[in-house]
């Protein structure tokens, strides 16, 4: 079964409200029903992925998140979208159902209606956070109508001639941008998100689902003018003056400032838009591979013979692919660099040609695409940690993603391609999580991962297979960060734990060991006060507090057991402490015979006598205390019995203090690299938490799993020693970096021939 079409059944929403029928006449009400359908469909993907962007960023947010209550906020809002994403859906449908029913009305803007259900009498200050919103969806509007003015303004006059009404404009439009953006805003109130989070999921809106609504508007403009509803309109769009830079043999005659402006422009490409509005990335990498080749030692000529077509080119590299899949096996995959790439191309295109006939070659342009992408994925690898799986599949991955790139320019020009957010998608996870080990726990993902890549091989490219991939994979991923972010939260939680409880014991020594100054006690007593009772007074402080009666009622005991208070009723005393010992986790039996034993109220059992006083006093010793089975290896807080002090640690150097104060300041989520001195092996550990206190912290690995318990002090220590290292946040994924590295190396290489102009001449 398909898992790319699993994924997307699942995330299509119920079945869309239906539009009110018999308001328009039968051919007006069939257009506009079919419009609502096509809307339906062309909205499903980019609304899907700008909420899969949404709960991205949100957990990105929380990851550097500088406060515990921001962060808490952020994880709030992720688990409403992931909980009330398929209802949000339906809820956007409905509010877009309710735009195209109120096709025709007469709109009342939202300040006229307030002012009209208002009388001036009783006028009130707007709420900011009102406001915030009306002004981001008016510019949201705004923005979208000036992008796709050209294909709405058809749409509003053949919309109006349908229902017979002025041209419809604005919030009139029940497609256009701002009725989308309020149908959107009304379906996201329900989720209740503060006001950063409802502005970024708008700006995310604007992004994803805006900024691609010219191909819906393109299709529905068709459909009416198809069925003749003005057929002859046209809109007179506002010329544009592009001037196409000529490629020339020699490409050191081009300005020096072209190159270097356009690959400013590759180093982060951008969405294109439709037809010569485009970025001509593409375009700009050959020159500068141009200017590279110069500055080695001039530009070679076209070798003789015919170049490949399209069609040739994509069979010689599904041959290849058949053909590495048998001769290698996973192991021995490696990145083909562009020689390599370029010559087994060669030979797969003059496969069986006669000896006398024409070479085929690669042209030109097929040429630079072979060496662009080869270099993308040699600056990949080099991002990607030693000694893990994500070399292996990177390489596996090298021939398909080449293919598309042959196939779809756009993969160039456009950031959101569906085969580079695969590429980075991949790259990114078996880099992150995969350690190159044949842990249980890698398995699943490394099963995933591969199953993707080698369909990629398997199946000819097209935008379709790789958007289905993607979905695929980044569901599987959704729910491993899941995994991760619950796994992470119990460790934190369960580290707070200890940290209270940790207080509260210290704090139950501090007031037995002020009433042991007093009133020393001795034998079975002192076993007692000392082990089981001490952590009767720090559970009740931490669940009711110092200031509690029941912290008041064990303290009122403890001094009576001491002799500072008066015993008016010793069976009762007797009852209280054995209830006491048995809340700590004591049997009952035994809480009774330490209770009667040391306080002798009630008649002794003639059968079963009771132990001695020293039985019973090593067996409190030998007893576990509170919280030392989830951290027996941490030193306690020094109690009245110590017998030996702690060790001093040692003393902290000025760098090391530094360090420490620096490790105060950084947001809980800030990544370490540990190197083992041992075998040189790094992994990676997040800081989940610290403890402001004691200076406690919690360290986990990228599933959440709990890693090196440390202090900061121990930390910081690391640090300066060099085994420890802090990772700096990255603000660009591996693919942005890589192409970073890529064009700043063209460029650099471009800007050694202009510096030498001599010496590239001699050459």
Same mark, same amino acid.
């Given at each position: 079964?398909?898992?790319?079409?699993?994924?997307?059944?699942?995330?299509?929403?119920?079945?869309?409200?239906?539009?009110?029928?018999?308001?328009?006449?039968?051919?007006?009400?069939?257009?506009?029903?079919?419009?609502?359908?096509?809307?339906?469909?062309?909205?499903?993907?980019?609304?899907?992925?700008?909420?899969?962007?949404?709960?991205?960023?949100?957990?990105?947010?929380?990851?550097?998140?500088?406060?515990?209550?921001?962060?808490?906020?952020?994880?709030?809002?992720?688990?409403?979208?992931?909980?009330?994403?398929?209802?949000?859906?339906?809820?956007?449908?409905?509010?877009?159902?309710?735009?195209?029913?109120?096709?025709?009305?007469?709109?009342?803007?939202?300040?006229?209606?307030?002012?009209?259900?208002?009388?001036?009498?009783?006028?009130?200050?707007?709420?900011?956070?009102?406001?915030?919103?009306?002004?981001?969806?008016?510019?949201?509007?705004?923005?979208?109508?000036?992008?796709?003015?050209?294909?709405?303004?058809?749409?509003?006059?053949?919309?109006?001639?349908?229902?017979?009404?002025?041209?419809?404009?604005?919030?009139?439009?029940?497609?256009?941008?701002?009725?989308?953006?309020?149908?959107?805003?009304?379906?996201?109130?329900?989720?209740?998100?503060?006001?950063?989070?409802?502005?970024?999921?708008?700006?995310?809106?604007?992004?994803?689902?805006?900024?691609?609504?010219?191909?819906?508007?393109?299709?529905?403009?068709?459909?009416?003018?198809?069925?003749?509803?003005?057929?002859?309109?046209?809109?007179?769009?506002?010329?544009?003056?592009?001037?196409?830079?000529?490629?020339?043999?020699?490409?050191?005659?081009?300005?020096?400032?072209?190159?270097?402006?356009?690959?400013?422009?590759?180093?982060?490409?951008?969405?294109?838009?439709?037809?010569?509005?485009?970025?001509?990335?593409?375009?700009?990498?050959?020159?500068?591979?141009?200017?590279?080749?110069?500055?080695?030692?001039?530009?070679?000529?076209?070798?003789?013979?015919?170049?490949?077509?399209?069609?040739?080119?994509?069979?010689?590299?599904?041959?290849?692919?058949?053909?590495?899949?048998?001769?290698?096996?996973?192991?021995?995959?490696?990145?083909?660099?562009?020689?390599?790439?370029?010559?087994?191309?060669?030979?797969?295109?003059?496969?069986?040609?006669?000896?006398?006939?024409?070479?085929?070659?690669?042209?030109?342009?097929?040429?630079?695409?072979?060496?662009?992408?080869?270099?993308?994925?040699?600056?990949?690898?080099?991002?990607?940690?030693?000694?893990?799986?994500?070399?292996?599949?990177?390489?596996?991955?090298?021939?398909?993603?080449?293919?598309?790139?042959?196939?779809?320019?756009?993969?160039?020009?456009?950031?959101?391609?569906?085969?580079?957010?695969?590429?980075?998608?991949?790259?990114?996870?078996?880099?992150?999580?995969?350690?190159?080990?044949?842990?249980?726990?890698?398995?699943?993902?490394?099963?995933?991962?591969?199953?993707?890549?080698?369909?990629?091989?398997?199946?000819?490219?097209?935008?379709?297979?790789?958007?289905?991939?993607?979905?695929?994979?980044?569901?599987?991923?959704?729910?491993?960060?899941?995994?991760?972010?619950?796994?992470?939260?119990?460790?934190?939680?369960?580290?707070?734990?200890?940290? @209270? $409880?940790?207080?509260?014991?210290?704090?139950?020594?501090? /007031?037995? %060991?002020?009433?042991?100054? +007093? &009133? #020393? *006690?001795?034998?079975?007593?002192?076993?007692?006060?000392?082990?089981?009772?001490?952590?009767?007074?720090?559970?009740?402080?931490?669940?009711?507090?110092?200031?509690?009666?029941?912290?008041?009622?064990?303290?009122?005991?403890?001094?009576?057991?001491?002799?500072?208070?008066?015993?008016?009723?010793?069976?009762?005393?007797?009852?209280?402490?054995?209830?006491?010992?048995?809340?700590?986790?004591?049997?009952?039996?035994?809480?009774?015979?330490?209770?009667?034993?040391?306080?002798?109220?009630?008649?002794?059992?003639?059968?079963?006598?009771?132990?001695?006083?020293?039985?019973?006093?090593?067996?409190?010793?030998?007893?576990? @205390? $509170?919280?030392?089975?989830?951290?027996?290896?941490?030193? /306690?807080? %020094?109690?009245?019995?110590? +017998? &030996? #002090? *702690?060790?001093?640690?040692?003393?902290?150097?000025?760098?090391?203090?530094?360090?420490?104060?620096?490790?105060?300041?950084?947001?809980?989520?800030?990544?370490?690299?540990?190197?083992?001195?041992?075998?040189?092996?790094?992994?990676?550990?997040?800081?989940?938490?610290?403890?402001?206190?004691?200076?406690?912290?919690?360290?986990?690995?990228?599933?959440?799993?709990?890693?090196?318990?440390?202090?900061?002090?121990?930390?910081?220590?690391?640090?300066?020693?060099?085994?420890?290292?802090?990772?700096?946040?990255?603000?660009?994924?591996?693919?942005?970096?890589?192409?970073?590295?890529?064009?700043?190396?063209?460029?650099?290489?471009?800007?050694?021939?202009?510096?030498?102009?001599?010496?590239?001449?001699?050459?």
């Amino acid at each position: 079964m398909d898992v790319g079409q699993d994924r997307r059944r699942s995330l299509a929403p119920h079945q869309p409200a239906r539009l009110t029928s018999g308001r328009w006449p039968a051919r007006a009400e069939r257009l506009i029903e079919a419009s609502y359908a096509s809307c339906i469909e062309g909205l499903h993907e980019p609304v899907r992925h700008c909420m899969s962007e949404f709960e991205q960023k949100l957990f990105t947010l929380a990851d550097h998140a500088l406060r515990a209550d921001e962060q808490q906020d952020l994880f709030a809002s992720r688990q409403r979208v992931l909980q009330d994403r398929t209802t949000f859906q339906q809820r956007f449908l409905e509010a877009l159902a309710t735009a195209f029913n109120e096709l025709g009305n007469p709109a009342t803007p939202p300040v006229a209606a307030a002012l009209e259900a208002k009388p001036w009498q009783s006028l009130e200050l707007l709420d900011p956070v009102v406001q915030e919103l009306s002004i981001a969806l008016t510019q949201l509007g705004a923005r979208g109508e000036v992008r796709h003015s050209g294909v709405l303004h058809e749409l509003g006059y053949r919309l109006a001639v349908l229902i017979g009404a002025p041209p419809l404009e604005g919030p009139a439009l029940p497609l256009g941008p701002h009725a989308l953006a309020q149908a959107f805003h009304r379906a996201s109130a329900e989720l209740e998100l503060p006001l950063k989070h409802q502005l970024l999921l708008l700006q995310l809106f604007d992004q994803w689902v805006i900024s691609s609504l010219a191909p819906l508007y393109g299709i529905i403009n068709a459909q009416l003018q198809a069925d003749g509803i003005l057929p002859q309109i046209r809109s007179i769009p506002i010329p544009r003056h592009i001037t196409k830079r000529a490629r020339s043999a020699g490409a050191e005659t081009a300005p020096a400032a072209e190159p270097a402006a356009a690959s400013e422009k590759t180093a982060k490409p951008q969405s294109g838009g439709a037809g010569g509005d485009s970025i001509e990335v593409l375009e700009s990498l050959r020159d500068l591979l141009a200017q590279r080749r110069a500055s080695q030692g001039g530009i070679p000529g076209q070798p003789a013979g015919r170049a490949a077509s399209e069609d040739e080119l994509q069979s010689a590299l599904g041959a290849l692919q058949q053909h590495l899949a048998k001769v290698t096996d996973h192991a021995s995959r490696e990145l083909r660099s562009a020689a390599r790439l370029r010559e087994e191309l060669l030979t797969q295109l003059n496969l069986g040609k006669p000896s006398d006939a024409p070479p085929t070659q690669l042209s030109a342009e097929q040429g630079d695409t072979v060496e662009l992408v080869a270099g993308l994925f040699e600056q990949l690898g080099q991002q990607l940690q030693q000694g893990g799986n994500a070399r292996g599949l990177l390489s596996n991955l090298e021939l398909p993603v080449l293919r598309m790139a042959v196939a779809d320019h756009a993969f160039f020009e456009k950031r959101e391609h569906p085969a580079r957010q695969l590429l980075e998608t991949v790259a990114t996870a078996a880099n992150d999580w995969l350690d190159g080990s044949d842990d249980e726990s890698n398995r699943p993902l490394a099963t995933k991962l591969e199953q993707l890549v080698g369909r990629a091989n398997q199946e000819p490219p097209s935008t379709g297979l790789y958007t289905t991939l993607l979905a695929d994979i980044e569901h599987h991923l959704a729910l491993l960060t899941r995994k991760a972010q619950a796994a992470e939260r119990r460790h934190v939680e369960a580290a707070q734990g200890r940290e @209270r $409880l940790d207080q509260a014991r210290h704090r139950a020594s501090e /007031l037995m %060991a002020e009433r042991f100054e +007093q &009133s #020393p *006690p001795r034998g079975l007593l002192r076993a007692l006060l000392d082990r089981a009772w001490s952590d009767v007074l720090a559970l009740t402080l931490l669940r009711h507090g110092e200031d509690s009666d029941a912290f008041r009622t064990q303290l009122a005991i403890t001094d009576q057991l001491l002799g500072r208070l008066p015993t008016s009723d010793w069976l009762q005393l007797q009852q209280d402490v054995e209830s006491g010992l048995q809340q700590i986790g004591m049997h009952a039996e035994e809480s009774v015979q330490v209770a009667q034993r040391l306080l002798g109220a009630g008649k002794p059992d003639p059968v079963v006598p009771l132990p001695s006083a020293t039985d019973l006093a090593l067996r409190l010793k030998q007893h576990q @205390r $509170l919280g030392e089975q989830h951290a027996a290896h941490e030193p /306690l807080a %020094a109690g009245p019995a110590s +017998q &030996s #002090p *702690p060790t001093p640690p040692p003393a902290i150097t000025p760098r090391e203090l530094h360090i420490q104060q620096h490790l105060r300041e950084l947001p809980f989520g800030s990544w370490f690299e540990f190197v083992d001195p041992t075998n040189g092996q790094i992994v990676q550990r997040k800081l989940a938490w610290y403890s402001p206190m004691s200076g406690r912290c919690l360290l986990v690995s990228r599933r959440g799993q709990r890693g090196e318990e440390m202090t900061l002090t121990q930390l910081a220590r690391e640090i300066a020693s060099g085994r420890v290292c802090e990772v700096p946040p990255q603000r660009e994924g591996m693919l942005d970096r890589a192409w970073r590295s890529l064009t700043g190396s063209l460029r650099q290489a471009s800007g050694a021939r202009r510096a030498n102009p001599q010496e590239s001449d001699r050459r």
